[in-house]
């Protein structure tokens, strides 16, 4: 069906239903794979099974929302936003993906807005978000939203991890 078609309905869920996330969280977890100049091996290491657990543990200290888009026609998920709050009160953007053929369509925008405005009925102090190393053309999306990089972490490689590119 052509985008230009597409129904799009939105739906918010809690961490009980992460597992929807589950087939497009492998997709974003592959784009990082193959835009990453240095963490190709880290990505291919990390499993939706291990992020599961991590968002699960914050959520049990603070909250988590998981927003997802449908389209109604085909009845598929094509996009999910996953944000929390941590005991600190600091909101966090964890992750957030729209199949390839559904971009450009407003839905990236309608979740962050979704996400945005749940994190404004609480009383978070700020809110942040990390982008993976090579995934830098999404600063501009981000940009108008007002997330701009305040600081860059560099990692060491061990030597028992590739050399990467370097």
């Given at each position: 069906?052509?985008?230009n078609?597409?129904?799009?309905?939105?739906?918010?869920?809690d961490?009980?239903?992460?597992?929807?996330?589950?087939?497009?969280?492998?997709k974003?977890?592959?784009?990082?794979?193959?835009?990453?100049?240095?963490?190709?091996?880290?990505?291919t290491?990390t499993?939706?099974?291990?992020?599961?657990?991590?968002?699960?543990?914050?959520?049990?200290?603070?909250?988590?929302?998981?927003?997802?888009?449908?389209d109604s026609?085909?009845?598929?998920?094509?996009?999910?936003?996953v944000?929390?709050?941590n005991p600190?009160?600091?909101g966090?953007i964890?992750?957030?993906?729209?199949?390839?053929?559904?971009?450009?369509?407003?839905?990236?925008?309608?979740?962050?807005?979704?996400?945005?405005?749940?994190l404004?009925?609480?009383?978070?102090?700020?809110t942040?978000?990390?982008?993976?190393?090579?995934?830098?053309?999404?600063?501009?999306?981000?940009?108008?939203?007002?997330?701009?990089?305040?600081?860059t972490?560099?990692?060491?490689?061990?030597d028992?991890?590739?050399?990467?590119?370097?």
């Open positions: 069906m052509p985008k078609r597409a129904q799009i309905e939105y739906q918010e869920k961490r009980n239903d992460l597992e929807f996330i589950r087939p497009l969280w492998q974003l977890n592959q784009h990082h794979r193959a835009v990453s100049k240095y963490y190709k091996d880290s990505r290491a499993t939706f099974d291990m992020r599961k657990k991590q968002l699960l543990e914050k959520s049990c200290q603070g909250a988590l929302l998981i927003d997802l888009a449908r026609n085909t009845e598929e998920y094509i996009g999910y936003c944000t929390s709050i600190e009160k600091q966090e964890e992750s957030l993906f729209i199949e390839k053929d559904y971009r450009g369509m407003g839905i990236g925008d309608n979740l962050m807005a979704r996400a945005l405005a749940w404004k009925t609480t009383s978070v102090q700020k942040i978000l990390g982008v993976a190393e090579g995934n830098e053309s999404v600063f501009p999306f981000y940009r108008r939203y007002n997330f701009y990089p305040r600081v972490i560099l990692w060491q490689k061990t028992s991890e590739p050399k990467e590119h370097l």
